[in-house]
C-alpha cells in the first residue's frame, strides 16, 4: 500500500524559512515533487524532483525554495526561504509511481507566514 506522508510545516514570520519533508512508501518513485493550494483558488506546482535530481520550479519561488531527494529513504524534501503571506497555503506532495505513472498525494500540511 502507497503511502505519502508530509510533515514540517507551520506558522513563521515574514522573510523566515522553513523546511517541509515528504516521505513516500509502497512502491518506487520516480518524480516526487510539491503543489501548494490556497482556499477558493487552483492547486499550483511548487517544484519537482526526478530520480536523476533534475528539478523544476514555479517561477514564484525559483531562487527562494529548494528541492532535494534521498532516494534511499524515498523521502523528498521542501527548502523554503525568504517566505512572504503570499506563500501561506496548504502544501501538497506528490509522488509519481516509476511502474504504473500513477500520482499519490500527501494529505496536505499548512504553511502559514505573518506579516
Known amino acids: 500500500q502507497v503511502q505519502v506522508v508530509e510533515s514540517g510545516g507551520g506558522l513563521v514570520q515574514f522573510g523566515g524559512s522553513l523546511r517541509l519533508s515528504c516521505a513516500a512508501s509502497?512502491?518506487?518513485?520516480?518524480?516526487m515533487g510539491w503543489f501548494r493550494q490556497v482556499p477558493g483558488k487552483q492547486r499550483e506546482l511548487v517544484g519537482y524532483?526526478?530520480?536523476?535530481?533534475?528539478?523544476n520550479y514555479a517561477g514564484s519561488v525559483k531562487g527562494r525554495f529548494t528541492i532535494s531527494r534521498d532516494n534511499a529513504k524515498n523521502t523528498v524534501y521542501l527548502r523554503m526561504n525568504g517566505l512572504t503571506p503570499e506563500d501561506t497555503a496548504v502544501y501538497y506532495c506528490?509522488?509519481?509511481?516509476?511502474?504504473?505513472?500513477?500520482?499519490?498525494w500527501g494529505q496536505g500540511t499548512q504553511v502559514a507566514i505573518s506579516s
Open positions: 509502497g512502491s518506487r518513485f520516480s518524480t
Open positions: 506528490y509522488a509519481v509511481d516509476s511502474g504504473s505513472g500513477h500520482n499519490y
Open positions: 524532483i526526478t530520480s536523476d535530481g533534475g528539478s
